[in-house]
């Protein structure tokens, strides 16, 4: 037996080669044979003196590599450079650079070949009255070309009226299309939307999630992980659960590990560290480095106790040349004064704002005090 193989190409012509082993002959006429060892059918296309051609077109009118060309060029077919001309000349029309135009069919060559007026400019069509500017569109196509490969019907047009829906304008939503548009056309989206909504997500909740990283709701695991947030105690209806997704979708397992191993050698627990991440999640988004930093200046530097880094690990977050230092001087210098309440919270004066702080810590005294304490918090800058 054999198997006939489609490899016939449009508006080609092709010629069949069978070959018997153990030595491969050209028959003009199949004959039958009582039992051949092994059969194969081999297609060789009329269309193969015209690679050279879309080789070359290729490598000196689209950025290809020569290795990329000859690859693309098993897939294309033109014979004269006016479609593909056609095609440049569409995209530079429509604001698109030659390095850009270069990216995009060198991600979808078949673009080439293709009818724009059809294929691209509907899908143009539908962004624009949506608010999308023609610098929009460019930016969008060229960040991520496959979306010129989706339906406008079948997948554009249903992944945008359901973005929409939590979104008050048509502006804003066209945003997070433009932001994220291979993430929007995406088949898991609709399915992913879904599974939020029914653990409880907010629909709020759900659009600061397509704001900020629409990629998540693409993800193959997502059920998964969301039932894992939950067992952690996060409330789905709560921001802190979108936090703690977007948190556990940043930091691979070895990062999330090596930040574990981090903390464990300043003397936090497992549960201390589980407990920290509830009170706010993205303490692990921050880098091993910044732990350490903050770790090795509150314990060994200022001497203090590291429990209000524990009850708020938000202060890992803050920059430590432009708040952390310079406020400490201040705090230091107020305890060595006994200016501070007995039992005051350390963590305080690092949570308020810079004009709360300086009510607070710095022009609250007298003027000479207040001097020396303004001097050290600028100084701490």
């Given at each position: 037996?054999?198997?006939?193989?489609?490899?016939?190409?449009?508006?080609?012509?092709?010629?069949?080669?069978?070959?018997?082993?153990?030595?491969?002959?050209?028959?003009?006429f199949l004959k039958p044979h009582p039992y051949p060892s092994s059969i194969s059918l081999k297609c060789f296309s009329?269309?193969?003196?015209?690679?050279?051609?879309?080789?070359?077109?290729?490598?000196?009118?689209?950025?290809?590599?020569?290795?990329?060309?000859?690859?693309?060029?098993?897939?294309?077919?033109?014979?004269?450079?006016?479609?593909?001309?056609?095609?440049?000349?569409?995209?530079?029309?429509?604001?698109?650079?030659?390095?850009?135009?270069?990216?995009?069919?060198?991600?979808?060559?078949?673009?080439?070949?293709?009818?724009?007026?059809?294929?691209?400019?509907?899908?143009?069509?539908?962004?624009?009255?949506?608010?999308?500017?023609?610098?929009?569109?460019?930016?969008?196509?060229?960040?991520?070309?496959?979306?010129?490969?989706?339906?406008?019907?079948?997948?554009?047009?249903?992944?945008?009226?359901?973005?929409?829906?939590?979104?008050?304008?048509?502006?804003?939503?066209?945003?997070?299309?433009?932001?994220?548009?291979?993430?929007?056309?995406?088949?898991?989206?609709?399915?992913?939307?879904?599974?939020?909504?029914?653990?409880?997500?907010?629909?709020?909740?759900?659009?600061?999630?397509?704001?900020?990283?629409?990629?998540?709701?693409?993800?193959?695991?997502?059920?998964?992980?969301?039932?894992?947030?939950?067992?952690?105690?996060?409330?789905?209806?709560?921001?802190?659960?979108?936090?703690?997704?977007?948190?556990?979708?940043?930091?691979?397992?070895s990062q999330w590990d090596a930040k574990v191993d981090t903390l464990k050698t300043w003397g936090w627990s497992e549960?201390?560290?589980?407990?920290?991440?509830?009170?706010?999640?993205?303490?692990?988004?921050?880098?091993?480095?910044?732990?350490?930093?903050?770790?090795?200046?509150?314990?060994?530097?200022?001497?203090?106790?590291?429990?209000?880094?524990?009850?708020?690990?938000?202060?890992?977050?803050?920059?430590?040349?432009?708040?952390?230092?310079?406020?400490?001087?201040?705090?230091?210098?107020?305890?060595?004064?006994?200016?501070?309440?007995?039992?005051?919270?350390?963590?305080?004066?690092?949570?308020?704002?810079?004009?709360?702080?300086?009510?607070?810590?710095?022009?609250?005294?007298?003027?000479?005090?207040?001097?020396?304490?303004?001097?050290?918090?600028?100084?701490?800058?």
């Amino acid at each position: 037996m054999f198997r006939l193989r489609p490899l016939l190409n449009r508006n080609t012509i092709t010629i069949f080669q069978l070959s018997l082993s153990p030595t491969p002959k050209c028959y003009p006429f199949l004959k039958p044979h009582p039992y051949p060892s092994s059969i194969s059918l081999k297609c060789f296309s009329t269309t193969s003196h015209q690679q050279p051609f879309i080789i070359s077109y290729l490598t000196n009118n689209c950025g290809f590599s020569p290795q990329a060309a000859l690859k693309a060029s098993k897939n294309l077919y033109f014979d004269t450079s006016q479609k593909p001309d056609s095609v440049i000349a569409f995209f530079r029309d429509h604001g698109f650079s030659l390095p850009q135009i270069h990216n995009i069919i060198g991600r979808i060559p078949n673009l080439l070949v293709c009818n724009p007026i059809k294929r691209v400019l509907p899908k143009f069509e539908f962004l624009a009255p949506k608010g999308a500017s023609p610098s929009d569109i460019v930016t969008m196509v060229t960040r991520s070309p496959r979306f010129l490969r989706s339906s406008l019907e079948n997948h554009i047009i249903p992944a945008f009226e359901l973005v929409r829906r939590f979104f008050p304008s048509d502006r804003r939503a066209i945003v997070c299309v433009i932001a994220c548009p291979s993430s929007i056309v995406d088949p898991r989206l609709e399915q992913n939307v879904n599974l939020l909504l029914e653990f409880g997500v907010s629909p709020s909740n759900i659009r600061y999630l397509l704001c900020t990283r629409t990629s998540i709701l693409c993800s193959a695991i997502l059920r998964k992980v969301m039932e894992e947030i939950k067992g952690l105690g996060f409330d789905p209806s709560k921001i802190n659960f979108i936090v703690a997704l977007l948190a556990e979708r940043a930091v691979t397992k070895s990062q999330w590990d090596a930040k574990v191993d981090t903390l464990k050698t300043w003397g936090w627990s497992e549960d201390a560290i589980s407990h920290a991440f509830k009170k706010d999640p993205c303490f692990m988004i921050r880098s091993t480095d910044k732990l350490n930093a903050v770790m090795s200046f509150w314990i060994r530097q200022l001497g203090w106790d590291p429990s209000p880094l524990l009850a708020f690990p938000i202060l890992f977050g803050y920059s430590l040349e432009k708040r952390l230092i310079p406020r400490a001087s201040v705090v230091q210098y107020l305890l060595s004064k006994g200016l501070m309440k007995n039992g005051a919270s350390l963590a305080t004066p690092f949570r308020i704002s810079d004009e709360l702080f300086l009510q607070r810590f710095v022009n609250c005294f007298e003027k000479e005090e207040a001097s020396r304490l303004l001097r050290l918090y600028q100084g701490g800058c």
